[in-house]
């Protein structure tokens, strides 16, 4: 069973920056495509970035050019760089394969607060 261990999420102020990391349990981790997701209070699930397997990548339009999604196939990890965070980023940040019939079980999750 793969196991989706996300970190990194806290309370931050607009305008300043967080760094997530996703460690996926899976043997091959290489050839999957991922992705970041978030769900904010009261809304629906939502993809806002992925990575393929070939290191190609791409962004919801309200992150671009703020966020940047990176993967570590060595150390089994996928990463969300985040800067200029708004107060509507605020969410639980999930990583998971990019398509819902691909889906892993989902991992815990990590917050994100932007606040003053």
């Known amino acids: 069973q793969v196991q989706l261990v996300e970190s990194g999420g806290g309370l931050v102020q607009p305008g300043g920056s967080l760094r997530l990391s996703c460690i996926v349990s899976k043997s091959g981790f290489s050839i999957y495509a991922m992705g970041w997701f978030r769900q904010a209070p009261g809304k629906q699930r939502e993809l806002v970035a992925t990575v393929s397997s070939g290191g190609s990548t791409n962004y919801v339009d309200s992150v671009k050019g703020r966020f940047t999604i990176s993967r570590d196939n060595a150390k089994n990890t996928v990463y969300l760089q985040m800067n200029r965070l708004k107060p509507e980023d605020t969410a639980v940040y999930y990583c998971?394969?990019?398509?819902?019939?691909?889906?892993?079980?989902w991992g815990q999750g990590t917050q994100v607060t932007v606040s003053s």
């Open positions: 998971n394969r990019p398509r819902d019939r691909d889906f892993w079980s």
